[in-house]
T-cell receptor
Framework: DTEVTQTPKHLVMGMTNKKSLKCEQHMGHRAMYWYKQKAKKPPELMFVYSYEKLSINESVPSRFSPECPNSSLLNLHLHALQPEDSALYLC??????????????FGEGSRLTVL | GQQVMQIPQYQHVQEGEDFTTYCNSSTTLSNIQWYKQRPGGHPVFLIQLVKSGEVKKQKRLTFQFGEAKKNSSLHITATQTTDVGTYFCAPRTGANSKLTFGKGITLSVRP
């Protein structure tokens, strides 16, 4: 079990579809993260939000569009994806007030398949 | 991002054997975290090391941060099948929120 909730758990979409992944946490954390993980690889950082502002974008293609509507929610909007974008998308949160320390709490992930 | 070496990528041990893995950096780190990901699961935080030479223990797991803060080790005493999974180190050098992961080592345990 985790205190970071991700929906949906599984998503299959075509290359012309528009879909969104959602992440929610109620731990009062002000830093939220999106990672992408391919099979047998480490999580790869995509975006970081700090106090609802985008603070890090790891040169992610624009077909991935993050959004942080409030301190508890993080979305990842998907449009015109490619089959190679199929992966596990992990959301994580962290208590921002700890500088560069503090653990990440991960959700269980959304497994995306692009056909 | 920060580059660290975690080798080997896979390790197979007999249940009851000890296991050690290392995370090596070419630059000095501010701190380092370790995570475990079970097959089909998500990464779960294990420990954070901040001070030079720091040693922390969690039951059969011992974590160490090198004196120069460039490497870290994870030692598991008397492995059990519940130790199966991939162990990632996640080093930090700067003051920002960025956290990237090493390639990980996948441990399998033969009962």
């Amino acid at each position: 079990d985790t205190e970071v909730t991700q929906t949906p758990k599984h998503l299959v979409m075509g290359m012309t579809n528009k879909k969104s992944l959602k992440c929610e946490q109620h731990m009062g954390h002000r830093a939220m993260y999106w990672y992408k993980q391919k099979a047998k690889k480490p999580p790869e950082l995509m975006f970081v939000y700090s106090y609802e502002k985008l603070s890090i974008n790891e040169s992610v293609p624009s077909r991935f569009s993050p959004e942080c509507p409030n301190s508890s929610l993080l979305n990842l909007h998907l449009h015109a994806l490619q089959p190679e974008d199929s992966a596990l998308y992990l959301c994580a949160s962290r208590h921002e007030g700890q500088g560069n320390t503090g653990e990440l709490f991960f959700g269980e992930g959304s497994r995306l398949t692009v056909l | 991002g920060q580059q660290v070496m975690q080798i080997p990528q896979y390790q197979h041990v007999q249940e009851g054997e000890d296991f050690t893995t290392y995370c090596n950096s070419s630059t000095t780190l501010s701190n380092i975290q370790w995570y475990k990901q079970r097959p089909g699961g998500h990464p779960v935080f294990l420990i954070q090391l901040v001070k030079s030479g720091e040693v922390k223990k969690q039951k059969r797991l011992t974590f160490q941060f090198g004196e120069a803060k460039k490497n870290s080790s994870l030692h598991i005493t008397a492995t059990q099948t519940t130790d199966v999974g991939t162990y990632f180190c996640a080093p930090r050098t700067g003051a920002n929120s960025k956290l990237t992961f090493g390639k990980g080592i996948t441990l399998s345990v033969r009962p």
